[in-house]
C-alpha cells in the first residue's frame, strides 16, 4: 500500500528519498470496515489517515442528537481531525468508514519526530495544510452567501466521486439543509 502513497505524493512534489524512507518507517496500514469508528468525542486524535481505498466521514453531533458532517475523505486524500491533531486536546468529532477501506496511518508522535528531519516532507505538509484551510475558507464562505442550491451543485461539480457514494442524508448534512430540502432541489435539478 506505501506504494500508491509515494506515487501519489512524488505526483504532487519531489520528496526525496531519505524523507520518502524515514515516512516508510513510521507508516502502518489497516483495514477498516464500513460503519467502523475510528475516532469519538473525547479521545484525542493521534493519527493521520492517507486513504488508499475507501471513504471516510468526518462529523459531530449537536446537543439535540444531531450529525453534522464536516467533511468526506476518499482515495488519496488525507483526513484526521486537525483540530485535536494539532492541539493533543481531546476530539469534539468523529471519524467514520463509510465503506470498507484500507488506510495507511500515522502517529503523531512517529510523524512529529520526522517532520523536522525531513525538509521535503515539511514542505509537503505546508502545502498540504495551507490547501486544506483553503478549502475550508472557501467551504464557510460558500455556507454563509450562496443558495442551498447553488451549494448542491458546486458540491456535485467539486466531488463527483464522493456524490454517488454516501447517503443523501450524510450530502443534506454536509451542505447544512434538511433532507427534504435536498429532495427538492433534487427534483428541480
Not at 460503519?35 to 469519538?40: D, E, K, M, N, T
Not at 462529523?59 to 485535536?84: A, C, M, P, T
Not at 516532507?121 to 464557510?140: M, N, P, Y
Request: glycine share 4%; proline share 3%; hydrophobic share 35%.
Amino acid at each position: 500500500m506505501f506504494e500508491i502513497l509515494k506515487k501519489r505524493m512524488e505526483e504532487i512534489m519531489c520528496i526525496s528519498v531519505e524523507d520518502m524512507q524515514g515516512l516508510k518507517d513510521i507508516h502502518q496500514t489497516k483495514k477498516v470496515r464500513k460503519g467502523q469508528i475510528l475516532l469519538s468525542e473525547g479521545q484525542v486524535c493521534t493519527l493521520t489517515y492517507y486513504i488508499v481505498k475507501g471513504c471516510l466521514r468526518v462529523y459531530r453531533i449537536d446537543q439535540n442528537g444531531e450529525e453534522h458532517v464536516l467533511k468526506f475523505g476518499i482515495e488519496n486524500w488525507w483526513i484526521n481531525d486537525g483540530e485535536s491533531f494539532s492541539t493533543k486536546e481531546p476530539s469534539k468529532s468523529y471519524i467514520q468508514a463509510l465503506e470498507d477501506s484500507d488506510l495507511i496511518l500515522f502517529e503523531e508522535s512517529h510523524f512529529s519526530r520526522l517532520i523536522p528531519s525531513a525538509p521535503s516532507l515539511q514542505k509537503f505538509v505546508e502545502e498540504k495544510t495551507t490547501r486544506s484551510f483553503i478549502a475550508s475558507t472557501e467551504r464557510i464562505y460558500e455556507q454563509m452567501s450562496l443558495s442551498a442550491e447553488t451549494r448542491y451543485n458546486n458540491f456535485i461539480k467539486k466531488y463527483p466521486n464522493i456524490f454517488n457514494r454516501v447517503p443523501l442524508h450524510m450530502i443534506a448534512s454536509y451542505l447544512g439543509v434538511s433532507k427534504k430540502t435536498l429532495s427538492r432541489i433534487r427534483s428541480k435539478v
